[in-house]
């Protein structure tokens, strides 16, 4: 397919209207349901924002002259020296963003608190609501009469499970909504400038954010340069903090170290629970690292195969999206509860995608919404004794290989059928008839 037409006909399939069944009200309501909720859970949990109280407390650390990372450091030794009295009890979290950020914390730190705490929530629930808003984009207009009733869950909903990430405060919730509205202006426009500045930027806070530079790559052509440049550029970036700030950088370093040897935090992806397992049989976590490239190589093999069918019109970039961004995630090396909620939409779509190739949508939206049920009721179950979300994240990792898996199995499947019809032209009359009748 040209290049100019395969852009115009990703713009028009975008920018296609909504159309709800006759309740078009409900959607609006469980709208309302889903931002009421956000209170009664704070009532109901005042420990709400966790990752936010951290920003705050490096910002007065900065203030009063300290190491952000030294102090976090501090009490997460205290914390684990006396974890034999209380082994129930939750880990501290410390500040772990690099140095880079100090600047912008001091400069935050200047402005009256009220204005910059106010400020930051208002950020957040743009950068939530922005994540859910480009999911949408990714539904087929038959699809978003169904999916406008999950729209409002989708937040509650990381990765298809149900977790409290979204009252957390993190960061990464606000730089995501940024990275795909800018994602998404690429999408519509064919302009990636935006995306590679929000990933950048993104990357001055955590390295990793540069795998998502993977996304013009696969959507579109002549993107490895700009993306090379982009990531050559976080990573001197990155470098030059152990000139700039050694002292910092090196604390920071430490505190990184600590979250995995301390609390491991290894997250959901397959090579975080590898070294997991290898930190709790006693064996060096760092071996991990050899699957992780292994399982990266790999995987982007494949996301390069559907990326090109994808440019040659074998599919559209609707059916494309869900798995493209679920694969990329997959991309990272540590792989958190909160970056798996940008994922809920798709997974879902991928999903319902899945399942209806191989019956109608009554049966489809049963076997799904049993799916759903079944997997967040193991949840619920578990977390009350799953306090470090040991479960929860097997289980995210299962959900989460999984759902590709099925994704990708499920565009290669839909382009072997197509290739087929087109090398072997229906003849029969009655086969006809049929075929225009649905």
């Known amino acids: 397919m040209p290049q100019a037409l395969y852009q115009e006909s990703a713009a028009v399939a975008l920018h296609a209207p909504s159309r709800l069944s006759g309740y078009k009200w409900v959607p609006f309501v469980v709208w309302i349901l889903a931002f009421a909720a956000i209170p009664v859970w704070n009532a109901v949990d005042p420990g709400n924002g966790w990752d936010a109280k951290v920003i705050v407390n490096a910002i007065h650390s900065l203030q009063a002259g300290h190491d ?50 106010f400020g930051y929530w208002l950020i ?46 993190n ?25 590679y500045v929000a ?26 340069i700009p993306a090379g440049i982009t990531g050559a550029t976080g990573v001197a970036l990155f470098g030059a903090q152990l000139w700039i700030w050694p002292s910092y950088f090196h ?12 609390d491991h935090g290894f997250g959901v992806g397959p090579a975080g629970l590898i070294s997991c397992s290898l930190l709790n049989a006693g064996l060096p976590y760092a071996a991990g690292t050899i699957f992780y490239f292994f399982f990266a190589i790999m995987l982007f093999g494949l996301l390069l195969y559907l990326s090109r069918q994808f440019l040659a019109g074998e599919f559209s970039l609707e059916r494309w999206i869900p798995v ?38 009554a049966w489809a939206i ?20 799953d306090i470090a979300d040991y479960y929860w994240n097997h289980i995210e990792c299962f959900l989460l290989v999984g759902t590709f898996a099925a994704g990708s199995w499920n565009l290669l499947w839909q382009t072997s059928l197509s290739r087929n019809q087109l090398r072997n032209p229906i003849h029969n009359p009655v086969d006809v008839v049929a075929i225009l009748a649905d």
């Not at 501290?92 to 009256?112: N, Q």
């Not at 606000?174 to 400038?193: D, E, N, Q, S, V």
């Not at 049963?366 to 004794?385: E, G, K, P, R, T």
């Open 68 to 117: 952000p990372y030294a102090d976090g450091m501090a009490i997460a030794k205290v914390f684990h020296d006396q974890l034999a009295l209380h082994p129930l009890a939750s880990p501290p979290y410390f500040y772990v963003y690099s140095p880079l950020t100090l600047p912008l914390l001091r400069l935050v730190g200047s402005l009256p608190p009220m204005l910059y705490i």
């Open 124 to 169: 957040y629930a743009a950068g939530v609501l922005a994540q859910i808003w480009v999911g949408m984009q990714a539904a087929e207009p038959e699809e978003r009469r169904y999916f406008a009733f999950l729209a409002p869950a989708a937040a509650f909903f990381p990765g298809l499970l149900q977790h409290d990430a979204v009252m957390s405060g």
């Open 171 to 195: 960061l990464a919730f606000i730089l995501y909504g940024l990275i795909f509205l800018a994602a998404l202006l690429g999408w519509r426009r064919g302009r990636w400038r935006w995306f």
């Open 199 to 224: 990933v950048l930027i993104a990357s001055c806070f955590k390295a990793p954010y540069l795998s998502l530079l993977a996304i013009p790559v696969l959507s579109a052509r002549r993107q490895w």
């Open 251 to 262: 604390n920071y370093l430490r505190a990184l170290e600590l979250i995995f040897s301390y």
């Open 324 to 361: 493209m961004i679920t694969g990329v995630f997959l991309l990272s090396p540590r792989i958190q509860e909160y970056d798996v909620a940008p994922l809920a939409l798709f997974m879902a779509l991928i999903l319902w995608r899945t399942v209806s190739s191989f019956t109608g949508a």
């Open 366 to 385: 049963a076997f799904c919404s049993l799916f759903f049920v079944v997997a967040n009721a193991v949840v619920i179950y578990i977390n009350s004794f």
